[in-house]
């Protein structure tokens, strides 16, 4: 489908147009073009070619042999691509009854999955046409749960930022469950990418090269060595700030610890593996990970002892407005930032060479 | 009937949207266009529960001035369940994409087809 094709005599919208037009039957010419292709892939025309000149070669002295050879060869060569073109596309060596009903079957497929989705969208468009107004204030949804949230949230929680305060306190084990999803995806993805040292065999060493290549990929580069100095701390800053002030504006958890993440991204791509492995590997993000996570699920599971209501923490609220209020939303946001920050260097490095 | 697509202009591009990821995941071929098909429709989910917590002429829910209204913000709960989307499209994108890449390790293609005829080839044999 994203094959480019030059020419636009045999492309499929002249085709198109042509049969709008009446002149041609789409099938015939769907079999005609398809036969031009195959007698363009086919490989005899060079194999001739080959066998020609070793045919001129062969009454000839030492030196028209050697041409003969490399002729062969070449003639071999092409041979040999055009079967791999041959298997790169198998209904071509089919019969042309079977080839044809595997690109009618393609066909048919395509217009079924555009009139599929084109009915899905009108599906979808048609219950949007009896939703109530955008933006209007006595829409169903916001009804008494969210002025409930609104008004009582800055009293029980003491998060200024109602957002924080929702996922952080009433629905903090959401949150647990989403940083929960986060470790075990990044689990997921060092089991599928790590490169096991296996004694040596013949797949881990090539897997070993192909590592190697993209862990020196970046050589020092001065003018990004530069740009990081001046950057990364910055954006590490920022992180921790937009960590440390999620209760009080717009950010929190996820958002800083993208944010670090992006930092400690930059930081390996400027400096390298051995010089970020310093400061960050595989057994510090191991320490970092779990122990924010059950430090998060310790402090929200004393709930189960009082009655599953989490609003009673025993921890002063403080005054709203400060940087240490509002009881565990401050440090269950920094656990959440932890988590996300190492999960996102970790995808990283793992995408790239396979551990940490 | 049809006004209201207009006056819930945010609501119709998220749907179209989910469409046309929806469709890139049935015609292409190419793993990487699924995975991309997949988070347009992510996207799409997010601007629809986005434009579901806006009200007009309100604030952002953040406490301002101390003003404790619930008639002077917008509503705080799509915005926590677009959170929770975003971190699970991060989630699976990544999943999926190392998939891909241990496929393509072991078939050395990204055309589903390509895959499955290697597949039911090494089943045959």
């Known amino acids: 489908m994203s094959r480019r094709k030059d020419n636009y005599e045999t492309s499929r919208w002249r085709q198109f147009m042509q049969w709008l037009a009446g002149e041609i039957d789409p099938l015939t010419a769907a079999k005609v073009g398809m ?21 001129q070669a062969t009454p000839g002295n030492e030196s028209d042999e050697r041409e003969a050879h490399s002729a062969a060869a070449q003639a071999e060569k092409a041979a040999g691509q055009a079967k791999s073109a041959m298997a790169a596309e198998p209904w071509l060596n089919q019969p042309s009854g ?11 497929y395509q217009v079924m999955s555009i009139l599929l989705c084109m009915g899905i969208i009108s599906v979808l468009l048609w219950t949007i046409a009896y939703l109530p107004i955008f933006g209007n204030a006595g829409n169903p949804d916001n009804n008494e749960v969210s002025a409930r949230y609104i008004e009582k949230g800055l009293d029980e929680t003491g998060a200024v930022n109602m957002v924080t305060g929702m996922i952080l306190d009433y629905r903090a084990f959401d949150t647990f469950g989403e940083s ?22 013949e797949s881990w060493k090539k897997r070993q090269t192909e590592a190697n290549d993209r862990i020196f990929e970046p050589k020092n580069d001065i003018i990004l060595q530069k740009c990081a100095c001046v950057l990364v701390p910055v954006i590490l800053v920022f992180g921790i700030y937009i960590i440390l002030n999620g209760h009080l504006s717009p950010g929190g958890g996820f958002s800083g610890g993208a944010v670090l993440g992006s930092g400690l991204i930059l930081y390996l791509n400027a400096f390298g593996f051995q010089k970020a492995e310093r400061i960050f590997n595989g057994k510090i993000y191991q320490r970092i990970t779990v122990s924010a996570l059950t430090f998060y699920c310790l402090a929200k599971s004393y709930s189960f002892f009082t009655g599953a209501n989490h609003l009673n923490s025993g921890i002063p609220l403080g005054t709203p407005g400060n940087i240490l209020s509002s009881g565990l939303i401050l440090p ?18 793992l995408f790239r060479k396979g551990g940490m | 009937m049809a006004s209201h ?3 819930n202009i945010e609501e119709t591009v998220a749907m179209i949207l989910f469409g046309i990821g929806f469709t890139m995941l049935l015609l292409h071929r190419n793993l990487i266009r699924k995975i991309m098909g997949m988070n347009i429709m992510d996207t799409a989910v997010y601007l629809f529960l986005a434009a579901k917590g806006y009200i007009k002429g309100r604030m952002v829910p953040i406490v301002t001035d101390g003003i404790l209204d619930a008639s002077a913000y917008m509503n705080p709960v799509p915005s926590g369940l677009v959170l929770t989307g975003i971190v699970v499209s991060v989630s699976t994108t990544a999943l999926m994409l190392a998939l891909t890449i241990r496929l393509y390790e072991r078939y050395h293609s990204l055309d589903l087809d390509q895959i499955l005829i290697q597949v039911k080839k090494e089943e045959g044999s």
Do not use: H, W
């Not at chain 1, 292709?37 to 080959?50: Q, V, Y």
């Not at chain 1, 959440?336 to 490095?349: I, R």
């Open chain 1, 35 to 55: 036969i031009q292709e195959k007698a363009e892939t086919l490989p005899d025309e060079k194999m001739e070619r080959g066998k020609v000149s070793t045919l």
């Open chain 1, 180 to 201: 929960c999803v986060l470790f075990i995806a990044s689990c997921c993805v060092l089991v599928l990418l790590r490169i096991d040292n296996d004694g040596g065999s």
């Open chain 2, 5 to 7: 697509l207009l006056y």
């Open chain 1, 332 to 349: 269950l946001n920094i656990c959440v930032g932890l988590v996300v920050a190492c999960t996102m260097y970790a995808f990283y490095t």
């Open chain 1, 98 to 108: 079977e080839s044809r009903g595997l690109r009618l079957y393609r066909r048919f």
